[in-house]
């Protein structure tokens, strides 16, 4: 008799480990920032180069994968494809472990996107049948709380490896943990029944005339959510690789205390994107604008305390903690409001692609140029401001979430209309 395995209508099991295996991919993905001046120090590397390997290395990866890989999430089983995409990922990953110098260490740093580029889109259409609409917001915050877990766990987990037992054991216990669980994910994971709307039955006979990525960029509302996400993704990776060194430079903490200080506007940032799923469930009960108006709402108050952190002086560590975990706090706002409108609002053959979409224009504009244009005007602005200089050049990619808001707010606008467009849906 063969195994049991979890069944579809267990969701929240399903969840767990989607969620846990999300940690495990974002904590190999930021461990170079948490590993970037011992790494700098060891290779001889510039600001720049820093800024290529945490940043292009995964960008050029998700680039080639991103879509290819949620198309076939909307067509095969999703489970597999999650499973064998995070498994070989982490052992990629892993092998940075070995990395004699810049162009290794940056080859491996492409596990990180194979891992994000098959496992995300496809996790997320799995949840989007697991969950009914009204409580979407809510399945897609728990799934993105493990990006800030990840990220948790690179500062605190990460910089106590970095600190004891070198970068290389810490590259090494990161990508491992991904295979592992992969494998659990395997064997315990069932793929849930795929609900396809009439909207989808219409867009599935399209297709040949119509390209899936044309139609999801000819909508008005997946067109300006990418363009957000975009900007969005653009300041929180520039802030993500480099907050580290800043607190290092600027006000002189040793490595161990800037994580143990990141590690706590990281669970800030898990609480601020679980809040922000049951608001946006609870406020688009009321008002369906809510959806989109809780991303924007929280870009705004971020962005404030972000332009803030980064204008103090020297030295002012209780301020800047404070500020560094309220922007925190209401940076992640804008994402399970967004991948569970785009669930309610693109066909159910074109989820995984759409949110492929979205992760694409994050991985290219955001962990692609984010870092590398921050190292770049870091290095150009040395000469003129110093020690600063890493400090304005955070400034100007933090205020990237000006632009963002604005395109946030132009979906909000085109959104109600989409979503009264969307038919009741039947069981495949």
Not at 49 to 68: R, S
Not at 354 to 363: C, E, F, I, K, R
Not at 394 to 399: A, F, P, R, W
Request: glycine share 12%; aromatic share 8%; hydrophobic share 55%.
């Amino acid at each position: 008799m063969t195994k049991p395995h979890a069944s579809a209508s267990s969701p929240g099991y399903t969840l767990l480990i989607l969620t846990l295996l999300a940690a495990l991919a974002f904590m190999d993905r930021q461990i170079l920032a948490v590993l970037i001046q011992p790494v700098k120090l060891e290779f001889g590397l510039s600001d720049l180069q820093i800024g290529l390997v945490t940043g292009l290395g995964f960008a050029l990866t998700f680039g080639l994968l991103g879509v290819p890989l949620g198309r076939l999430a909307d067509r095969r089983e999703r489970r597999s494809l999650v499973a064998w995409c995070r498994g070989a990922g982490g052992l990629l990953a892993a092998l940075g472990g070995a990395s004699g110098g810049f162009w290794s260490l940056m080859f491996t740093r492409g596990g990180g996107a194979l891992s994000d580029a098959g496992g995300t889109p496809a996790s997320m259409s799995m949840l989007a049948d697991l969950y009914p609409p009204a409580q979407r917001s809510r399945a897609m915050s728990v799934l993105s709380a493990g990006s800030s877990l990840g990220a948790l766990m690179a500062l605190v987990l990460g910089a106590w490896l970095a600190q004891h037992h070198g970068w290389r054991v810490t590259v090494v216990v990161a990508g491992s943990g991904s295979l592992l669980l992969a494998l659990l994910l395997h064997w315990s994971v069932r793929e849930p029944l795929r609900v396809v709307t009439a909207q989808a039955s219409q867009a599935a006979a399209d297709a040949p005339q119509r390209g899936a990525m044309a139609a999801i960029w000819a909508e008005p509302v997946t067109r300006w959510l990418i363009v957000g996400a975009a900007c969005t993704l653009l300041a929180a990776y520039s802030f993500g690789a480099w907050n580290i060194a800043l607190m290092v430079r600027h006000h002189g903490l040793s490595l161990q205390d800037a994580g143990w200080i990141s590690g706590a506007a990281a669970l800030s940032s898990i609480v601020g994107g679980l809040i922000s799923g049951s608001l946006t469930d609870r406020l688009a009960r009321r008002d369906l604008r809510w959806q989109l108006g809780v991303p924007v709402l929280g870009l705004g108050l971020a962005l404030l305390c972000g332009l803030a952190y980064l204008l103090l002086p020297a030295g002012a560590l209780l301020p800047a903690t404070l500020l560094m975990v309220v922007f925190s706090f209401f940076l992640p706002w804008w994402v399970a409001p967004t991948y569970a409108a785009l669930s309610l609002v693109v066909p159910s053959q074109r989820r995984a692609t759409a949110n492929a979409m979205v992760l694409l224009a994050g991985a290219i504009v955001g962990n692609g140029m984010g870092p590398v244009l921050t190292g770049w005007l870091s290095d150009v602005l040395s000469a003129r401001l110093g020690g600063d200089s890493l400090r304005y050049a955070m400034l100007g990619m933090v205020s990237m979430l000006l632009p963002a808001m604005l395109a946030f707010a132009r979906a909000l606008r085109a959104y109600p209309a989409a979503h009264r467009s969307a038919l009741h849906p039947v069981v495949a």
